[in-house]
């Protein structure tokens, strides 16, 4: 088996040296497939690729480039051959989306229609999109279900996603041999059991489990809680925590499912379960022994009070369902945070 998908080429993952392009190589190569990595380390560094090789004792090929910038693109193509397709590549801060649409619109739009262009140049048929609950928007009640109809989301991140969304649909019915999976992330955490990567924002994070991690590790003082007057057990507004090493499993599942079928097909990727901010933040604090000074604060503009998966079509159709609970989130970040409390930087040798 393992045999038969290395001769069959190569897949190219864009943005691979991303948090979830990492762990998503990660369990690509554990499967036996063969990964090209392109990335422009715009939100990334090439020491994430080498910790890649070391948890996996596998040498990874790596480009250097702009998603966007089509000679290099055909570049990697013709030097290789590659038989499907993850898109990460792309900015995915939510605020700084708000500030700089034209450049999110510019960047994820033209990675993507660089890419399509790529593809079809070079007879490749297989794509596996990462996009993103935030497609559901403020209309949807949770349990989202892929059904629903989406594209009203609260800033220019999520329209680039539920653009794109709807490029790939029009793709796929124009294009009849096109196989094209759209995954739609919930609220992904945790890190590689190993602690060697995980997530790295830059910045002060604007995500809840990076932030808790860096109070863990004094970086932050404490944490604000946005809003304890939400409509919820708690107050606090649930979110459908994912784990990473779930998520990147689902990746591998994709991508033989896009192998196999034609079409495009929509899956909701998170546990199906809603947990509270509190929820999280009290799980933390009892897997790894520690406190987190926290206060309650305003809510965040945008924020939605509940929102979860429903599952079933990928356990269903792809015969994947998450592992992992929320003390495995909250120890394997920890973990991660703990042994690298400044992220990772250096350069790749
Ligand atoms: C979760 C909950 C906050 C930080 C966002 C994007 C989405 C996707 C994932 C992808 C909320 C609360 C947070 C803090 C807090 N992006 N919170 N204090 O907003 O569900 O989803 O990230 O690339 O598109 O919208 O995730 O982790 O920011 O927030 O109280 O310091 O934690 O209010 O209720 P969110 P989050």
Known sequence: MTDMKKQNGAVLLTGGAGYIGTHTTVALLEAGFDVIVADNFS???????????????????????????????????AENKITGVIHFAGFKA???????PIKY????????????????????????FSSSATVYGDENPSPCVETMRTGKCANPYGM??????????DVAAAHKEMSIVL????????????????????????NLMPYVSQVAVGKRDKLTIFGNDYNTPDGTC?????????LA???VKAIEFVEKNC?????NIGTGEPYSVLDLVQTFEKVNGLKIPYEFGARREGDLPVVWADVSKAARVLGWKAELNLEDMCRDSWNWQKKNPHGINSSRN
């Open 43 to 77: 939100n990334s560094c090439p020491e994430a690729i080498n910790r890649v090789e070391q948890i996996t004792g596998k040498k990874i090929k790596l480009y250097e480039v702009d998603v966007a910038d089509q000679k290099q693109l055909v570049q990697i193509f």
């Open 94 to 100: 939510v605020g700084e989306s708000v500030k700089l």
């Open 105 to 128: 619109y510019r960047n994820n739009l033209d990675t993507t229609l660089t890419l399509l262009e790529c593809m079809a140049r070079f007879g490749v048929k297989n794509l596996v």
């Open 160 to 169: 680039t996603k539920a653009f794109i969304e709807q490029i790939l649909v």
């Open 183 to 206: 995954l739609r992330y919930f609220n992904p955490v945790g890190a590689h059991p190993s602690g060697l990567i995980g997530e790295n924002p830059g910045g002060i994070p604007n």
């Open 238 to 246: 649930q979110r459908d925590f994912i784990h990473i090493m779930d």
């Open 249 to 251: 499993q689902a990746h």
């Open 263 to 267: 079409g495009l097909d929509v899956f």
